[in-house]
C-alpha cells in the first residue's frame, strides 16, 4: 500500500514539472524592405525637376540643408526629402512618404502617377 501511495505521489508531482519551453514568439513581424518600383520620378530629382512634373510644391520646409517639398492633389499628398549628394552638391529626393488626405496609408507609385498624371496643375 505505501509503495502504491508513493507511486502516486511520484506522478502527480511528475505532472508539475516544468514543461518544454515554447520558442519566443516575435512581438511584431520583420520589416519589409521598402520598394522604391514606379519611383523613378521622383527619387534623386531635384527641385526644379520636382517642379516641372508636379507643378509649385504646397509647401516647402527647410531645416539645415535638408528640404521637404509637399505637393497635394485630391487623392493624396506626397512628401518628398531632398539632401545634398556627397561634397555638398545639389540637393536631390532620397525619401518619399505618401498619404491619402485623410491621412490613410496609399501606394507610393500610385500616388506619383496620380500627381504626375495631373500635369502640376492644381
Known amino acids: 500500500m ?11 508531482l511528475a505532472g508539475c514539472g516544468e514543461t518544454m519551453a515554447r520558442p519566443a514568439t516575435p512581438s511584431a513581424a520583420p520589416a519589409r524592405p521598402i520598394s522604391t518600383t514606379g519611383l ?3 527619387t534623386g ?5 520636382l517642379t516641372r512634373t508636379f507643378g509649385n510644391p504646397d509647401a516647402d ?6 528640404r521637404k517639398l509637399q505637393f497635394k492633389g485630391p487623392i493624396c499628398v506626397l512628401d518628398t526629402y531632398l539632401y545634398p549628394g556627397k561634397g555638398g552638391g545639389e540637393p536631390t529626393v532620397t525619401y518619399v512618404d505618401t498619404r491619402q488626405p485623410d491621412g490613410s496609408p496609399i501606394d507610393r507609385a500610385s500616388c506619383v502617377a496620380a500627381l504626375a498624371r495631373r500635369g502640376g496643375g492644381k
Request: proline share 0%; no cysteine.
Open 40 to 42: 523613378d520620378r521622383v
Open 45 to 49: 530629382q531635384n527641385a526644379a525637376e
Open 61 to 66: 520646409v527647410r531645416e539645415g540643408s535638408a
Open 2 to 12: 505505501k509503495q502504491a501511495i508513493v507511486l502516486g505521489v511520484g506522478l502527480l
